[in-house]
């Protein structure tokens, strides 16, 4: 009989130290504030594809940004003939280029100039350019753009010129153009220089 009660006892003892183990060696869940972190973290990082997609976009040109404006054509456009002055043996006379037209326009470089005679030929020989840096000129409709001529004094000894020449006609080629523009003129000429187009 008391071998019987230690038996009992013993089988007591050891199944409350084996339930005992079980409690404390269970796995404990991951906690919610590390799966938070990881996920904030996963969503941060940037592949190399994303990350030059978002480059591209944000470096790409707007269409609107390069607009091409077109050449003013010359039924367009009037010529008139602004002021004039002297200095040093030669003229100096502005020109004006108005747009007539219903939209903007531009023209860049050198207009064509020479003075005629009244049968139509041209004296001595068109303007040369005198070299003048230049940029494009956009003018809107109403707007002008202007140039300069010079022409020598042709009594001067070694001009070659002669003041017999009487002009008739200034016939000017817009830039880029084929259609001259012709008005009366009574300048005289002689080696004539023209510079190029600018906002008037």
Known sequence: MKNSFSTVAGLIVITTSLLTGCSSTSNPAPSTSSQGQTSTESSSVQTPTSAAKQATSSTAPTTGANTSVASC?????SLTQGRVGAA???????????????????MVGYPGFSLLFANGSVIQHPATRNSTAYSPVQLQPGQRAQFVVRTVDGSIPGTGCSTSWKTAEVQVYPPSQTAPIRQPSTIAACDLTVGPLSAA
């Open 73 to 77: 054509q010359t039924q367009y456009l």
């Open 88 to 106: 040093a043996g030669s003229t100096y006379v502005t020109y004006y280029l108005k747009n007539h037209g219903q939209s903007t326009c531009s």
